[in-house]
């Protein structure tokens, strides 16, 4: 009867933990039961040795100690380091991979030493007291740094550097001789290749060039109008008038065919030129004796030959040029109805200037113009921002910073963004050869909202753009 008490009475002081365990124990049998579905195998087998382990722990805490044996409390002790060892040792599954990880070093197993062999020295930790060797922190490289090793790797593929200036050449001379066979009273001067490629400011790839076509007018019959006094009230733009015509009437030009009202239209020409070009010529059998293949570009506003060589890929964009009153005018309207604008070119002032002031200095006006131009032609929102904007930024610069050493090239990179972010808040640059032409007067609000964005970023991590 004593006894039935006495285990009445510990099933009585138990009585909560055992409703506890038994009912972890059934959510253990049934996380193991659906272990395989959710975890997999090798997930599955990870839970039921730590499953097991934990129920042993339970187990032995909570079943009744033998008071006559005096080893019972060190056996349960050794067997729980026994057990937490086996959740330790317990392999995890491995880790689903992220795309991250991929660039961390990946560390070398521990080899598994061999009975009778010493173990490596540099594998285990230094006694205490012994002096550490700390390794050396990575370096890290300045801006300076950067941009120099950034313009080592923007100079253009050699075979192209060296063909595709001399393929261009020989084009252009066959389309020369072609235009005085087949137009002989139009008085094209001689044709002549431009581009940063022939002026060593091009970057990453040399896979475009301008031709020029000259225009030969003669100063006694036309005359220069500025856009300022014109509809589109842009000073970038001219309009070449015929004057004299009741001296000169039409016809004494050979250029008057080419006359709507009574100025020289860019259309006009450029679309005499673009049949010419399509329906004329005879490309197949002048990319024979070159060597490649010349398609010119049918659906384009511009007139413009695709070629393919064996070794390159050339995209030759021919611009018929006037020169008058030391302006340098191409045949490029705006889009719309005006059809007589000439655009004028700063190009050759801009690369002339650029020299110049390098030359009188030892400045690196050029290499940053380089890095700059390789930028923009990197990053697709900054496309529109190269070329003639950058030039125009670092020349009003050249006014205001006197040094413009190779050493002091993050400086002055760093400054040409914060003038760019200025204009582009403005909306406005003005041009270095004429105060009164906005270069940005081109771009959409949405083009030029992006542009400032990406280089109002740049300002504090630059080398966000290299």
């Known amino acids: 009867m004593a006894a039935f008490w006495q285990q009445r009475g510990r099933r009585q002081e138990n009585g909560g933990l055992g409703s506890v365990i038994d009912g972890l124990g059934s959510v253990f049998?049934?996380?193991?039961?659906?272990?395989?579905?959710?975890?997999?195998?090798?997930?599955?087998?990870?839970?039921?040795?730590?499953?097991?382990?934990?129920?042993?722990?339970?187990?032995?805490?909570?079943?009744?100690?033998?008071e006559g044996d005096p080893k019972a409390e060190q056996k349960s002790l050794e067997e729980?380091?026994?057990?937490?060892?086996?959740?330790?040792?317990?392999?995890?599954?491995?880790?689903?991979?992220?795309?991250?990880?991929?660039?961390e070093p990946l560390l070398s197993p521990a080899r598994p030493l061999v009975a009778g062999e010493a173990p490596d020295p540099r594998g285990c930790s230094a006694p205490l007291g012994a002096p550490q060797v700390k390794p050396s922190p990575l370096?890290?490289?300045?801006?300076?740094?950067?941009?120099?090793?950034?313009?080592?790797?923007?100079?253009?593929?050699?075979?192209?550097?060296?063909?595709?200036?001399?393929?261009?050449?020989?084009?252009?001379?066959?389309?020369?001789?072609?235009?005085?066979?087949?137009?002989?009273?139009?008085?094209?001067?001689?044709?002549?290749?431009?581009?940063?490629?022939?002026?060593?400011?091009?970057?990453?790839?040399?896979?475009?060039?301008?031709?020029?076509?000259?225009?030969?007018?003669?100063?006694?019959?036309?005359?220069?109008?500025?856009?300022?006094?014109?509809?589109?009230?842009?000073?970038?733009?001219?309009?070449?008038?015929?004057?004299?015509?009741?001296?000169?009437?039409?016809?004494?030009?050979?250029?008057?065919?080419?006359?709507v009202g009574q100025y020289l239209s860019s259309s006009v020409l450029n679309e005499t030129l673009h049949k010419l070009l399509v329906a004329s010529i005879n490309w197949p059998a002048?990319?024979?004796?070159?060597?490649?293949?010349?398609?010119?570009?049918?659906?384009?506003?511009?007139?413009?030959?695709?070629?393919?060589?064996?070794q390159v890929e050339l995209s030759i964009t021919l611009f018929p040029v006037v020169e008058m009153e030391d302006k340098v005018l191409l045949a490029v309207p705006p889009e719309g109805l005006v059809e007589n604008l000439w655009l004028e070119s700063f190009y050759r002032a801009e690369v002339s200037r650029v020299k110049e002031l390098d030359a009188s200095d030892s400045g690196a006006r050029q290499l940053c113009l380089r890095i700059l131009n390789g930028v923009c032609r990197s990053q697709p929102s900054l496309h529109?921002?190269?070329?003639?904007?950058?030039?125009?930024?670092?020349?009003?610069?050249?006014?205001?910073?006197?040094?413009?050493?190779?050493?002091?090239?993050?400086?002055?990179?760093?400054?040409?963004?914060?003038?760019?972010?200025?204009?582009l808040e403005k909306g406005v640059l003005l041009s270095y050869f004429n105060p009164?032409?906005?270069?940005?007067?081109?771009?959409?609000?949405?083009?030029?909202d992006e542009m400032g964005f990406v280089l109002y970023r740049a300002i504090s991590e630059p080398e966000l753009l290299l």
């Open 80 to 103: 729980s380091w026994q057990d937490l060892a086996l959740i330790k040792t317990t392999p995890k599954p491995p880790k689903k991979q992220r795309r991250e990880d991929l660039s």
């Open 286 to 310: 002048i990319g024979g004796l070159l060597g490649c293949a010349i398609h010119p570009v049918v659906a384009s506003r511009e007139l413009k030959l695709e070629v393919k060589h064996d």
């Open 139 to 259: 370096r890290c490289l300045t801006l300076q740094e950067k941009l120099l090793s950034h313009s080592s790797q923007l100079a253009v593929p050699e075979i192209q550097a060296s063909l595709v200036p001399q393929l261009a050449r020989n084009i252009c001379t066959q389309l020369q001789n072609f235009l005085r066979s087949k137009c002989p009273e139009l008085p094209f001067g001689r044709f002549f290749l431009s581009g940063a490629l022939l002026d060593g400011l091009e970057v990453l790839a040399g896979d475009h060039i301008h031709l020029m076509l000259p225009v030969v007018l003669d100063a006694g019959l036309w005359s220069l109008i500025s856009g300022e006094d014109t509809v589109v009230r842009n000073p970038q733009y001219w309009m070449i008038k015929r004057i004299d015509l009741g001296y000169f009437p039409r016809g004494c030009s050979p250029w008057d065919r080419f006359m």
């Open 436 to 448: 009164k032409v906005n270069l940005f007067s081109g771009l959409s609000e949405e083009e030029i």
């Open 29 to 66: 049998d049934v996380l193991l039961a659906n272990a395989r579905l959710v975890l997999g195998v090798s997930g599955a087998a990870v839970l039921a040795i730590a499953t097991l382990a934990v129920k042993r722990l339970i187990d032995r805490a909570t079943s009744p100690r033998d």
């Open 384 to 423: 529109k921002l190269g070329g003639s904007p950058v030039t125009h930024v670092i020349l009003h610069l050249s006014d205001t910073a006197s040094d413009w050493a190779e050493e002091n090239l993050a400086d002055r990179f760093q400054q040409v963004l914060e003038e760019l972010v200025a204009s």
